[in-house]
Each structure stands twice: as structure tokens, then as C-alpha cells.
């Protein structure tokens, strides 16, 4: 059964539609998505939604999202936590304890595809915006809710990701072996629930176009770090075994690793014998990889105190960079320890064009490249990450000025 309203952007007047900067390229141009989640793991699904042709409308409350206020660093007086996560948005505010605000963000829900939030369990209930009020009024709609640790027994839980880092044990097995747990760099769990909850939402819109029913995906942060473990967290689950910090080292794999050379370290990986070998040749040491301790994986797991000083007393004859130069022409795996700078910078020497600018003139704002590329239907990069409340009027003026039946046609502002 296809959805009553597939017209609704086709028939949305042109005029609209360049003034909201909406491409025909993009694979889910003609999509609506109510934005109604703040920080990080929603933001960040909506944005990658956004990059790819959805309309979405981010949806703040009067004091606006709390990254606006996650500085330093900044561009000019703008967080770049906030403009890291927002482009391809629009931004109007609601404030949802007042009727007139709630019945246009009522409005909105009714007209979207998509509608993500990430408050507590059960936190938009009593302003009638929870799935269950959203389906009544939009029977087709895809309704997202990301949490800390779902809607059951962890609720109540405050989902914040270092929490989750902690009470995951991803922390356990980040750090030294003889020094404290440490958390990751990057809010990982956060990244990596947006990017479930948009597999998610893609999934659903599937189900939907052939069966036009709509439905509630929930992602959660301790879900998706369990998920995201792989390895450590199968190595309790399958095997009984409890994962330790192990410094940069790996569990299972030998050298996988940041090793010496005569003047910093360089990361050297061998994922299996051949490589082991070609590392071996390379390094002028080929007796090495005859071994018989070292000779497999398992081996060179068992024998990595043994190994490590022969690898260590090859490579102190040269830079990291000429290793790196010579070990890449030899076909083994490795890379120096950059900065985020020199990562950036490595990214645009080898063509990947890492960064784009959304936006013109004053208003232009370096961002991150959407890290998906398409052959036919490219990522769009049209709107900067909006100021608070940018779109009020325009927003407000479409959502007053259009009819709220659920066979309406439903064009972005």
C-alpha cells in the first residue's frame, strides 16, 4: 500500500522550494523531518539526513540547543560543537508549555515523514508529541527516539555518552594497563547512535513504501555500545572472557600497534601471515617470518615479548617517514600519529576534499564533507547551520497557512 502522501513536496509551490534552498539531487529530497532532538546523537542523524536531500526543520526551544553554548572553540562567536552538527537545517523555536507553540509543533509532527527526538523516555507525553499522539494524527509516520538506556528498566537513567563509556566498559579498555580508564576522545557513543537511528529511520521508510505503515525506531546509547564493542564485547558474551586495558596493543593481533622508529613512533598493522611476511622483507629481517614463533597469528600473539624487539631494532635504522614510504610501497598497512590538523590535511593530499563550505559570504561556514559518496544522487551542502531561531517566520507563516489532514500535502517551508 503506497503512502496517501507521496505528492507532498512535488506539489509544493515552486516559490517554496528555492527559498528553502531544497536540491533535486539529494536520495531522500521530498522527505520532511521534525527535528525535535538537541545536543549531539540527534543533531547528528538529522544531519545526515539533511545532507542527503531531506528537509529538516530543528526544532529548539527558546533557549536554543545547549551546543550553541559548548565553547571554546568557536567561529567568530559560534560554537563549533554547534556547527560541527546542523547544517542543512532550518531552526524556528517552540516553546512547548505554551498552546499556541504546541499546536504548531502538533502541526509539524502531522506533516513530517520523519520525527527524531531524543528527550527522556516518556518526556514529550504530556505535550501530545510522543509516538503514540503522533501516530493517531500521522498514521504513517517514521518516529525516531534515541535514550542513554531505552525505554524500559534504564529510563530514568540520564543518558549522557560518558556515562555510557563508563558503564559499558568501554572505559575498562581505554588506557594503560597499570594507568586509570580513560574515555574516548570523541563522544563515540553519541556519533554512533545517530548513525543507528538513521540505518534505523532508512529502514523504516522502506517498510513503509512497500506497506505505507509507519513506526517507532528507539536507539539506544548502551545498545549501540554493546553493538559498537564488536570484538571486546563478543570476547565476554561468546567466549567468557573478560577484555583489559592493553595500551594501544590489540588482543588478538601482533604487530597492530604503534612502534618505534628512529625518531617517533609509527603505526605498523600485520592482520595476517602475508603481511607478517611482507612487514618481515621489508624490514630487511625475512628470517624472522621463518620463525616458528612467529610464523602465525596465534604464534605471534603468544610470543609478542619476543617479537616486539626484533621489529623495534629494525626499524630505529630509518625516520617514520621513509617507513612509511617504504613499508606502504611494500604493500604493509601503517601511518603516522597526526594531529587533527595533519589528519585533515592527509585527507585533502590524497583527494578525499575533506572539507566544504556551506553558505556565502558572511555566512559561509567550513564543515565537515558528508563521508558517504554516491554516483548519481550526491550529498547537498546548502544551508549553514542556522541562528536561533533563523526561520521563525517563514516557518510559522507554512505551518499556519496549510491544511492539517492527514491526506494534505505536506512541501517544506
Same mark, same amino acid.
Given at each position: 500500500?503506497?503512502?496517501?502522501?507521496?505528492?507532498?513536496?512535488?506539489?509544493?509551490?515552486?516559490?517554496?522550494?528555492?527559498?528553502?534552498?531544497?536540491?533535486?539531487?539529494?536520495?531522500?529530497?521530498?522527505?520532511?523531518?521534525?527535528?525535535?532532538?538537541?545536543?549531539?546523537?540527534?543533531?547528528?542523524?538529522?544531519?545526515?539526513?539533511?545532507?542527503?536531500?531531506?528537509?529538516?526543520?530543528?526544532?529548539?526551544?527558546?533557549?536554543?540547543?545547549?551546543?550553541?553554548?559548548?565553547?571554546?572553540?568557536?567561529?567568530?562567536?559560534?560554537?563549533?560543537?554547534?556547527?560541527?552538527?546542523?547544517?542543512?537545517?532550518?531552526?524556528?523555536?517552540?516553546?512547548?508549555?505554551?498552546p499556541e507553540d504546541r499546536a504548531l509543533a502538533h502541526e509539524l509532527a502531522a506533516r513530517a515523514d520523519v520525527v527524531i527526538e531524543n528527550f527522556r523516555p516518556g518526556?514529550?507525553?504530556?505535550?501530545?508529541?510522543?509516538?503514540?499522539?503522533?501516530?493517531?494524527?500521522?498514521?504513517?509516520? *517514521?518516529?525516531?527516539?534515541?535514550?542513554?538506556?531505552?525505554?524500559?528498566?534504564?529510563?530514568?537513567?540520564?543518558?549522557?555518552?560518558?556515562?555510557?563509556?563508563?558503564?559499558?566498559?568501554?572505559?575498562?579498555?581505554?588506557?594503560?594497563?597499570?594507568?586509570?580508564?580513560?574515555?574516548?576522545?570523541?563522544? *563515540?557513543?553519541?556519533?554512533?547512535?545517530?548513525?543507528?537511528?538513521?540505518?534505523?529511520?532508512?529502514?523504516?521508510?522502506?517498510?513503509?513504501?512497500?506497506?505505507?505503515?509507519?513506526?517507532?525506531?528507539? $536507539?539506544?546509547?548502551?545498545?549501540?555500545?554493546?553493538?559498537?564493542?564488536?570484538?571486546?564485547?563478543?570476547?565476554? *558474551?561468546?567466549?567468557?572472557?573478560?577484555?583489559?586495558?592493553?595500551?594501544?596493543?590489540?588482543?588478538?593481533?601482533?604487530?597492530?600497534?604503534?612502534?618505534?622508529?628512529?625518531?617517533?613512533?609509527?603505526?605498523?598493522?600485520?592482520?595476517?601471515?602475508?603481511?607478517?611476511?611482507?612487514?618481515?622483507?621489508?624490514?630487511?629481517?625475512?628470517? $624472522?617470518?621463518?620463525?616458528?614463533?612467529?610464523?602465525?597469528?596465534?604464534?605471534?600473539?603468544?610470543?609478542?615479548?619476543?617479537?616486539?624487539?626484533?621489529?623495534?631494532?629494525?626499524?630505529?635504522?630509518?625516520?617514520?617517514?621513509?617507513?612509511?614510504?617504504?613499508?606502504?610501497?611494500?604493500?604493509?598497512?601503517?601511518?603516522?600519529?597526526?594531529?587533527?590538523?595533519?589528519? *585533515?590535511?592527509?585527507?585533502?593530499?590524497?583527494?578525499?576534499?575533506?572539507?566544504?563550505?556551506?553558505?556565502?559570504?558572511?555566512?559561509?561556514?567550513?564543515t565537515v564533507r558528508n563521508p558517504i559518496t554516491f554516483s548519481a544522487t550526491p550529498a547537498r551542502y546548502v544551508l549553514p547551520p542556522p541562528g536561533l531561531a533563523e526561520?521563525?517566520?517563514?516557518?510559522?507563516?507554512?505551518?499556519?497557512?496549510?491544511?492539517?489532514?492527514?491526506?494534505?500535502?505536506?512541501?517544506?517551508?
Amino acid at each position: 500500500m503506497a503512502d496517501p502522501r507521496d505528492s507532498r513536496t512535488s506539489n509544493a509551490p515552486a516559490a517554496d522550494r528555492a527559498r528553502a534552498g531544497v536540491g533535486s539531487s539529494g536520495p531522500l529530497t521530498g522527505l520532511l523531518v521534525a527535528d525535535f532532538s538537541r545536543i549531539l546523537a540527534g543533531p547528528y542523524a538529522t544531519m545526515l539526513l539533511g545532507d542527503l536531500g531531506a528537509d529538516v526543520v530543528k526544532v529548539e526551544s527558546p533557549g536554543g540547543d545547549d551546543t550553541r553554548t559548548w565553547l571554546p572553540p568557536t567561529r567568530g562567536d559560534v560554537a563549533t560543537y554547534y556547527l560541527a552538527i546542523n547544517r542543512n537545517k532550518r531552526s524556528v523555536t517552540l516553546d512547548f508549555a505554551d498552546p499556541e507553540d504546541r499546536a504548531l509543533a502538533h502541526e509539524l509532527a502531522a506533516r513530517a515523514d520523519v520525527v527524531i527526538e531524543n528527550f527522556r523516555p516518556g518526556g514529550l507525553r504530556k505535550f501530545g508529541l510522543d509516538y503514540a499522539s503522533v501516530a493517531e494524527r500521522n498514521p504513517s509516520v *517514521v518516529y525516531a527516539s534515541i535514550s542513554g538506556f531505552g525505554s524500559g528498566g534504564g529510563a530514568s537513567l540520564p543518558g549522557y555518552d560518558l556515562i555510557v563509556q563508563a558503564m559499558s566498559g568501554l572505559m575498562s579498555l581505554t588506557g594503560d594497563p597499570d594507568g586509570p580508564p580513560y574515555r574516548a576522545g570523541i563522544s *563515540v557513543f553519541d556519533v554512533m547512535s545517530g548513525m543507528q537511528a538513521t540505518i534505523g529511520i532508512l529502514a523504516a521508510l522502506q517498510h513503509r513504501a512497500r506497506s505505507g505503515e509507519g513506526q517507532q525506531v528507539e $536507539v539506544n546509547l548502551l545498545s549501540t555500545a554493546l553493538s559498537g564493542m564488536v570484538n571486546q564485547s563478543s570476547a565476554w *558474551v561468546a567466549g567468557g572472557d573478560v577484555p583489559n586495558r592493553m595500551g594501544n596493543a590489540h588482543p588478538s593481533l601482533f604487530p597492530y600497534e604503534p612502534l618505534p622508529t628512529s625518531d617517533g613512533d609509527l603505526i605498523i598493522t600485520a592482520g595476517n601471515d602475508g603481511q607478517f611476511r611482507r612487514l618481515c622483507d621489508a624490514l630487511g629481517i625475512p628470517d $624472522v617470518a621463518d620463525d616458528p614463533r612467529f610464523e602465525h597469528n596465534q604464534d605471534r600473539n603468544t610470543h609478542r615479548e619476543a617479537l616486539r624487539p626484533l621489529l623495534v631494532a629494525a626499524l630505529a635504522r630509518r625516520t617514520r617517514a621513509e617507513w612509511f614510504r617504504a613499508l606502504t610501497d611494500a604493500g604493509v598497512a601503517c601511518g603516522p600519529i597526526n594531529t587533527v590538523e595533519e589528519g *585533515v590535511r592527509f585527507a585533502t593530499e590524497i583527494g578525499l576534499d575533506p572539507v566544504v563550505t556551506v553558505g556565502e559570504g558572511d555566512q559561509a561556514v567550513p564543515t565537515v564533507r558528508n563521508p558517504i559518496t554516491f554516483s548519481a544522487t550526491p550529498a547537498r551542502y546548502v544551508l549553514p547551520p542556522p541562528g536561533l531561531a533563523e526561520h521563525d517566520a517563514e516557518i510559522r507563516a507554512w505551518l499556519t497557512g496549510q491544511p492539517t489532514t492527514a491526506t494534505a500535502t505536506r512541501g517544506a517551508p
